[in-house]
C-alpha cells in the first residue's frame, strides 16, 4: 500500500520557491555568459580594427560622373562679345 503525504502550510510552498530560485539563476547564468560573450566580441572587433589597416576600412569614392575618365571640353563665352546680347529684354 502507497502511503501519500500531503504538505500543508509552509511545505506546501517550497517546491514552487524551489523552482524559482533554479530559474532565477538560470536566468543570471544566462545573462553573464551573454555579457561574457558581447565583451568578447567587442573586444575582437577593438583589436581587429586596431590591427587592420584604414585602407581596408574605408568605403570606395563613387566617382562624380559616370565617365570619370573622359574630359568636357569648354569655351568661357563674355556676354559682351556675343551676337545675341540684343536679344535680351532688359
Do not use: N
Not at 38 to 55: D, Q, S, T
Amino acid at each position: 500500500m502507497l502511503a501519500t503525504f500531503r504538505a500543508r502550510g509552509v511545505f506546501a510552498a517550497l517546491p514552487l520557491a524551489l523552482a524559482a530560485l533554479v530559474a532565477t539563476a538560470l536566468t543570471v547564468a544566462l545573462a553573464a555568459a551573454l555579457m561574457i560573450i558581447g565583451a568578447a566580441v567587442a573586444a575582437a572587433v577593438f583589436l581587429a580594427r586596431a590591427v587592420l589597416p584604414l585602407r581596408w576600412r574605408q568605403r570606395r569614392v563613387v566617382p562624380a560622373t559616370y565617365w570619370p575618365h573622359a574630359t568636357i571640353d569648354t569655351t568661357v563665352v563674355d556676354s559682351a562679345d556675343s551676337p545675341y546680347t540684343h536679344d535680351r529684354g532688359r
